[in-house]
């Protein structure tokens, strides 16, 4: 068993101000965020920072031509740490380019992985309650020519340390809150689940699980819409938590069918886990109902009040509340689509499927598929 360790620093603060001084930001600093984040937090603090804005390069979650665009831009130009603000985008794009050489494009950094080294000091700042990413060597980079998207991995892509600013939360959408927090949950069961998980990373995701379900019930009962703000710090921490859990043990299969969804349709990732979640967890049941799984029950069943027998059920009608599920074909997925989706992720997503509670074969795969479309 690999030795259970935490590469990345964990700090709090009040307010981005805070942060900046506790860094001593300066000109030697890049900050990768967006605009709309940079105005309203961070613009008012005149930083003498350098600082670009990711949306220039393109929209959506981050593709190998984005990246590669904001790479050729950087030639040339000298910084010590890179402070990425924002959610998964912003922060997959960080790692790569905490890694980069110079000169270097995304499939030389592919092609190459094993070498790679840290070539600047990394900093994150997480604006949403889901990715985790912050505290994981991993970048999940959509690779367009080659119609997959695709983890980078690397020891060298650790930040040197996350900051958990609950203020950074507090002007989320409504959608991108419940998606992303929705993804964070994701991330707790499928580490929880995994094979490769140790008891030190399980109490990590039974810790996350535990928050979010706890905060999603308290704030359904509150009457939803903006009540879930008053939780926004236990929201993050949750997504921090489940991102020391995954960054262990690995998501599997919710995450790897949902790829080929994100990569050719464009539906968010905390979105496109939501549509195939339940029926993964169905196909796991139908398939070795007894094991982890019903310890799982037992965990959620607890927090939620109800029969274990009952808990995932439960646990369903919960994130429907949260954030309405829908199918796949409403997302433009075409039922022609499913065979190749379901050969895709068994050709380019092993990294993930090792790491299933149970083996999925094609035939399961693509019944997944067809029960969420």
């Known amino acids: 068993m690999k030795a259970f360790q935490i ?24 900050i990768l965020t967006n605009e709309y ?12 920072c350098r600082v670009l804005f990711q949306e220039t390069y393109g929209g959506g979650e981050p593709t190998d031509e984005m990246v590669d665009a904001i790479l050729a831009d950087l030639e040339g130009l000298k910084y010590n740490r890179i402070v990425a603000v924002g959610g998964g985008t912003i922060i997959d794009i960080a790692k790569v380019m905490a890694v980069a050489e110079e000169g270097e494009r995304m499939d030389d950094l592919y092609d190459h992985m094993e070498a790679l080294r840290k070539v600047h000091g990394l900093i994150i700042v997480p604006t949403t309650c889901g990715t985790g990413s912050e505290m994981t060597n991993i970048s ?27 203020d950074m939360l507090m002007t989320l959408p409504y959608g991108v809150f419940a998606t992303s927090s929705i993804d964070a949950m994701i991330h707790a069961v499928e580490s929880y689940l995994s094979p490769n998980a140790c008891e030190i990373s399980r109490m990590f995701s039974e810790k996350a699980l535990v928050i979010i379900l706890t905060c999603w019930k308290k704030a359904v009962e509150a009457g939803g819409g903006d009540a879930w703000k008053q939780y926004a710090a236990e929201f993050l921490r949750a997504s921090d938590y489940a991102g020391i859990a995954f960054g262990y043990a690995g998501c599997a299969a919710v995450h790897a069918l949902s790829y080929p969804v994100g990569s050719v349709h464009h539906v968010p990732h905390g979105q496109s886990n939501q549509l195939l979640f339940a029926d993964v967890m169905r196909k796991y049941q139908e398939k070795k109902p007894v094991g982890r799984l019903n310890r799982l029950e037992e965990l959620i069943s607890g927090v939620l009040g109800t029969e274990p027998v009952f808990a995932l059920n439960k646990l ?19 039922c022609e689509e499913l065979p190749v989706f379901a050969e895709n992720v068994l050709q380019t997503q092993q990294r993930l499927l090792k790491n299933n509670y149970t083996e999925l074969t094609y035939e399961d795969i693509l019944d997944i598929y067809r029960k969420a479309y």
């Open 7 to 30: 590469v990345t620093g964990i700090r709090e603060f009040s307010g981005f101000a805070e942060c900046a001084e506790s860094y001593a930001l300066t000109a030697e600093d890049l």
């Open 37 to 48: 984040i940079y105005r309203p937090a961070i613009s008012s603090l005149n930083l003498p």
């Open 140 to 166: 999940v980079i959509s690779r367009v020519k080659k119609c997959v998207k695709q983890g980078l991995v690397s020891p060298a892509m650790y930040a040197d340390d996350t900051a958990l600013i609950r």
């Open 316 to 334: 369903y009608q919960l994130m429907d509340t949260v954030y309405a599920k829908d199918r796949l074909s409403e997302h433009g997925v075409t």
